[in-house]
């Protein structure tokens, strides 16, 4: 019984309606399933569950039908004689997950119970363009589909540059350090890839990654800043990614510097910039960071991307900073970071280095995606 406000008294709480009880078990069947180490019979789900034996034969009737699960064989010698063994239909359909970096273009795609089923990885070389992404990306989800095997449910894409928050579209931008110019999934991708398709930057599905499964799982105001050829933040605000009006919320490489350039062109002016295009050239920034003594030039450079990460850490107040990129190799930069966040954040957050996983976000998302179109719980539903 519940009691109403103002009511003064008790009101009956109606039963939940029979087609909810059903979608209920149904859901905590197939977590069990979902779970298990492999197939497992109808009295291990009810064990696992705290279900009935009859509710959990009737919601695997009902499963079967629907094509979500399927019977595997028979099981003997155990107490209870023979009993047949049933898992999720992994084969019900796929998912696909799309990273496009400067280096190289991965495809991965993933059964519904979370299995691989194949890989493509093709290298890009360093003035790759459009069109050799367009191609690549082509190639390698021909190749990709084709061994996977089921239908495909949804798609996930990371793309290595500003991505319009609206159209998914990765921006065209003047200054940019992935010259892909202005490339739209949609139009690249088969028709198919295409019916159920979410389109981000790496920077944003590296986070996501470490939200879901790694250094920031629970934590909902983070800030993960990469560090690398191009500099660039992923801000997740109470639990949610926050893009800005057109997707280029994070850039930070474009923060006004001291010298009154953009972050990029003012560590460009301290050596460690490319003549050819707008970002920074790893290989000089190795050679400075990892000097036995540090220069005046390398305490400029570290100086200007610490300034730019305290700045953005004051502005927004996280609980957590976790910082990824090649330049998280050097101590120097992180030394100088939690320093400088001491010094000047009136509440400093947790500090921590993250891998990048941007291929790991897309297709977490992808596989969540995946199992919400046919009806199967997903891992990060139940985080």
């Known amino acids: 019984m ?21 979608s209920l078990t149904d859901h905590h069947v197939l977590v069990a399933l979902r779970d298990a180490a492999g197939p497992i019979s109808r009295a291990e789900v009810a064990a696992a569950t705290g279900l009935s034996k009859p509710a959990v034969s009737t919601s695997a009737a009902r499963l079967l039908e629907r094509g979500l699960v399927h019977e595997v064989g028979v099981r003997t010698g155990r107490r209870g004689g023979v009993a047949t063994l049933v898992q999720i239909n992994a084969s019900r359909g796929h998912s696909l997950a799309l990273s496009v970096q400067p280096g190289a273009l991965e495809v991965e795609a993933r059964a519904l119970d979370g299995a691989v089923l194949a890989t493509a ?100 105001d983070v800030v993960y800043v990469y560090v ?28 006004r510097s001291t010298r009154s350039l953009d972050l990029t062109q003012a560590l460009g002016h301290c050596g460690i910039g490319r003549a050819d295009q707008y970002g920074l050239d790893l290989a000089a920034v190795e050679r400075l960071l990892a000097a036995p003594e540090l220069t005046e030039q390398a305490r400029e450079v570290v100086d ?59 297709g977490a998302e992808a596989h969540r995606l995946a199992c919400q179109r046919v009806g199967l719980p997903a891992a990060a539903e139940l985080a």
């Open 304 to 362: 200007l991307v610490v300034t730019a990460v305290v700045n953005l850490t004051v502005a927004l107040n996280p609980s957590a900073l976790l910082v990824a990129g090649p330049w998280t190799r050097h101590e120097v930069l992180l030394t100088e970071l939690g320093g400088a966040l001491e010094r000047f954040c009136l509440d400093p957050p947790e500090v921590a280095t993250a891998p990048f996983s941007p291929l790991g976000g897309a």
């Open 228 to 255: 690398g050829a191009g500099i660039g933040a992923a801000l997740l605000l109470g639990g949610r990614l926050y893009r800005g009006r057109g997707g280029l919320g994070g850039e930070i490489g474009y923060l």
């Open 2 to 22: 519940a009691s109403t406000p103002g009511d003064g008294g008790p009101t009956p709480v109606a039963p939940p309606r029979p087609g909810v009880l059903a």
């Open 121 to 220: 990885t093709t290298p890009l070389g360093p003035e790759a363009g459009r069109a050799a992404v367009v191609e690549g990306l082509r190639t390698a989800v021909v190749e990709v589909e084709a061994a996977a095997g089921s239908p495909l449910l949804a798609t996930a894409v990371s793309l290595a540059g500003p991505v319009d928050a609206r159209t998914g579209v990765l921006l065209d931008l003047e200054r940019e350090a992935f010259r892909a110019g202005h490339l739209d999934p949609r139009e690249v991708l088969p028709p198919e890839a295409t019916d159920c398709l979410v389109v981000d930057n790496d920077v944003n599905w590296a986070a996501v990654h470490e939200h879901r499964s790694g250094a920031a799982r629970g934590v909902d």
